[in-house]
């Protein structure tokens, strides 16, 4: 039982800057890594940026210098600051989670937010 809730999308304009945020909450023993992906129409589902509790990051080519994922790790909660935004940032933007949920089972399972719309006008 692991929800994710997305905040903070909206409308600006180019060169403009808006912070996502994404709460995980229910009833898991740890949240390995959390993620950011992205998906405009008639496109396929891209991923964004990743960090894992250990703090490893990894961005896409094409959001790097601008973007800065971040994590509170007490409070379960990834953050995603855009900054710079261009007109092709436009997309539903998911929030992703690896949840381990039970201290004797290594294994993990994948959730998804239902996305947060951010669009970036010209």
């Known amino acids: 039982q692991v929800q994710l809730v997305e905040s903070g999308g909206g409308l600006v304009q180019a060169g403009g800057s808006l912070r996502l945020s994404c709460a995980a909450s229910g009833s898991f023993y740890r949240i390995n890594s959390m993620g950011w992906y992205r998906q405009s129409p008639g496109k396929e589902r891209e991923l964004v940026a990743t960090?894992?509790?250990?703090?490893?990051?990894n961005y896409a080519d094409s959001v790097k210098g601008r973007f800065t994922i971040s994590r509170d790790n007490a409070k379960n909660i990834v953050y995603l600051q855009m900054n710079s935004l261009k007109p092709e940032d436009t997309a539903v933007y998911y929030c992703n989670a690896a949840v381990r949920l039970r201290p004797f089972n290594p294994n993990t399972a994948d959730y998804w937010g239902q996305g947060t719309q951010v669009t970036v006008s010209s």
């Open positions: 960090i894992t509790s250990g703090g490893n990051i």
